[in-house]
């Protein structure tokens, strides 16, 4: 149950079987920090390439292919008062009709400015000078792109995102959420970066309020788990999580990854696990906008902790 | 201010330029029912055929194409106790690999009798014996399918949806919220059915907890509106919805109508409608199952309450 | 075998269960016209409103719900020297980002004028002016736009398709082919209308070469065929169609109607069906422009006939 | 100008950035071979673990990201007698509804085996037992993956594709073609691998006829071209390739790749290029089955040369 204090001076933009910069045990607390997607660090540095740099991997030691690797994540605040953000709603969430007449009215492709009172909590756009003038946001930390080591070798963008986590930019991933995800190489290799101050559901601008983290986290490891996708737990909801296009795909392996759950991991009947999704499942949009768009499918555990209660 | 009851004997399973039954004010009240997916009323007589079979068309007094009718739903409540629900996700959102394995474990497909208490307002599951035993839901009523004709004197199945509405089988088609439908014929024509005592996200086994409803809205008529999907308002939220195939495209729908709000209604600057909704939007999932997929798009309307408020 | 001359004074902007204008038995031939997309006719003069206006319906004595309607396409040739083409590529087909960069560099949406001979069988292009000068290419005409009254009462526009046919633009709709279509009502009440002398795969820019024809078709009967989608024969090849979108939709029914036609109607054996159509199956794109897209799934006739000489 | 025979021993199953095998010039050639999907050699050894291992990667000196590498095939021919390929179509090819139906009667997957005479140019069928027989079909070799390392260090599975190419498994990709690849790192780095004896359109099965290949290929250099996604030239047709999903978003990439093309590579006006493409264009589909799907958008040689020949 060891804590480490990781200070990261390397960063990956892609996601793959790396040299891990630090070993640790399952029960082990990480306490580290990420840069933001443009690679600007708390202080202001540009300490790595734009595009979603991560710190790690961290090696988990006895984490094998088949196993989950669960990451609870503690603390996700920003450690500066500056994040920046995209002022346009990309393309390909807009109807492409519309696309043509839309090039006329709205300006050059500008970065908002906003500064972040890490201490209240909240975000006030700076500029451009807009008709919002000096909106002023509570923040929401969260991590859009973390991961561990794909299979096959691979080593993957940290614009994208798959089975193994990765780019998801999903607004449920903040503090107090424990994420399993499916271990594909010895050691797990866990990377985490991409902080969002706060971030719209979808991401449908391609960016949230960027800005670099305090990040802290702890690893527990569930062997022969058999998971294929990234499940969570938020205080209120079990979810699962499906990165994929379109759209309709990416909602198929959140919605099967459910199914698995409920009826081989908390050993439902198959008949009861439909009928429960059917009348009580929730969705989450995670991000429309990267490569591959995440869809959450969610269940209260609320209901689930009524259904065990309660003999048939 | 009219208040009409009507009592409806003829159901339609398209909805198109059908003759109206009842000529109708802006500003009036009209109380009446809905039957079941089935076709099935209150007092469990099978009047229709089944498929999503409507009330009405309304003819509202001076509607005409480009107008919008706004509908609010002041009573959405199931007027009998025995709702039927499917028991299977369907297939198309599930993995494709996942359903020929599926095929062996799930039973045939058989429907769930729900009992409903309309004093409690809860729904407790009756048969088939599953895990769930006798689990007790509270509902949440909402309508299924409703709209105006679509354009063209088409006559458009009520199992899909579009432009003009239909079975877009959203959730948040609930008591207490207005509803825009953008007017395509003289008259608007109306129509509603289809309620649900509850249903998941997504109705993603195909169907909600399907029941008979006594339903009572009021209409209202905003000339030239020139809105081209769907548009809503909750206590909380302004919405906009998009029906379409792959989701991908709903989303285009409804995100796209929501900048034209924003930018053409509200008279907000272009820059300050990408900015916002950047960070700040958020989205539901109608429905994954009928031949159109609806996605919606909302704002909170306390955030723009407070941009209004506050000088640039 | 009646032979009927038939001249249209009336046209249908959706396909549904109009009044017929002709009565035919099976085994009658047609000989009529069809107007051309915007609804102009052989002598130039606009006829009926612009969107597919339709030829029919033709009532056809003894088809029955479950039947398949056959249709043999026995003339297709242009009635009139004059065809106009869309000029731009519709935006649904490029991608969205280039969308933008796109309106700063074509012209405002015009439309090309072609001069069809029709003794000659070519098009030249005549307007406006391009690098293309006037370029001549040899025509291909085929019809866009035909099908049969749809289920549940639906009248459908004219600009979408379905299991009844509809708006396919598929260009391996020319004369000589065999088309089957699913009855859903009564006589069938088949329609036609939206020639085109020519038209790229995909009909990516919205239009072909539009134009009005002299067409003339054989109706046949299958009785209780239970065919889902459109199915053809051209000389070479037996085809299935689905429509829908995604295309990834589409491409489905129209491979599993194939493996019906294989598996229920030639009576091939299952391994044997996915065996040869995993190594000799081809696709068309019919059309990615309309609301529902058109994918065509063939197989070579001469390899069908081959494997019946063969014993096993 | 060299020709340079290389006999692979080591294998990759990521597209990426590893150790060249053989630096070499362009204007060379290369003779060489490729084992099968599942790692089987010319000589029935398996050499290399399944998922279509390549052969390489081959360093061409003076490629830079910005260059496109030309690679011409200037022999693809099966180096053994025996091909193997699935016998079940894939479930995401065939309407979800029927996939339940479909696992009842088909049996359990089963590979089949084909004797492949690579004198007579013919495969045929040897087992399992099927209602075709030893069904005989001339072969028409093609590679199945093949490509250059992607940007950002990424090293891909060589299950999917990309802007890259990768495991495209498009049945043009045959003798006497040339393919261009945009070039993202020093030296390109080509790999090649996957070879069919035949495939059907899309590879719905999942596979071709599998087999090792004897593969001849020679290597040219477009400095600075800036081409987005692969094209090639067969000797009727230039082409563009688009790998993503769902196909919608294939076609787009391939489309645009067109359009870039003929506007800015061959210096034609943008209205010429759209009348040109919207009556001309044709489109093949490459897979609809790896992770990423391939459409293949297409224009004659004939049809441009004749364009130039003729002054406007």
Not at 216 to 234: C, H, N, Q, T, Y
Not at 235 to 250: I, L, S, W
Request: some cysteine.
């Amino acid at each position: 149950m060891a804590r480490h204090e990781f200070d990261s001076v390397e960063f990956h933009s892609t996601i793959g079987s790396h040299p891990p910069v630090l070993r640790i045990e399952p029960g082990d607390t990480v306490v580290t920090a990420t840069v933001d997607a443009g690679g600007w660090d708390a202080r202001g540095r540009q300490v790595a390439a734009p595009g979603n740099p991560q710190t790690g991997p961290f090696f988990v030691t006895g984490a094998e292919p088949g196993d989950a690797l669960e990451v609870r994540f503690d603390r996700i605040w920003p450690n500066r008062d500056r994040a920046v953000a995209s002022t346009s709603i990309a393309p390909r969430v807009l109807e492409p009709e519309y696309l043509q007449e839309l090039s006329s009215v709205t300006p050059e492709r500008v970065f908002a400015e906003w500064h972040v009172d890490t201490k209240q909590g909240t975000a006030m756009l700076m500029s451009p000078e807009t008709g919002l003038g000096h909106l002023v946001l509570p923040i929401d930390p969260m991590l859009g792109c973390f991961g561990v080591a794909p299979d096959r070798g691979q080593a993957i963008s940290t614009a994208t995102s798959g089975p193994y986590g990765g780019n998801m930019d999903y607004r449920g991933f903040r503090v107090g959420v424990t994420v399993s995800l499916p271990v594909f190489v010895e050691g797990a290799l866990f990377f985490v970066g991409d902080g969002h101050a706060l971030q719209g559901e979808g991401e449908i601008a391609g960016t949230g309020l960027e800005i670099s983290m305090d990040v802290e986290f702890s690893v527990a490891l569930r062997k022969r788990a058999g998971i294929r996708w990234p499940r969570g737990e938020s205080r209120e909801h079990m979810f699962t999580v499906g990165n994929a296009r379109p759209m309709d795909q990416a909602i198929q392996h959140a919605t099967t990854e459910m199914v698995r759950w409920l009826q081989n991991d908390l050993c439902m009947d198959a008949l009861g696990v439909h009928t429960l999704m059917g009348q009580c499942v929730e969705y989450d949009v995670g991000n429309v906008y990267d490569p591959a768009y995440t869809m959450v499918c969610k269940i209260s555990k609320g209901l689930l902790a009524g259904l065990r209660r309660a003999p048939a």
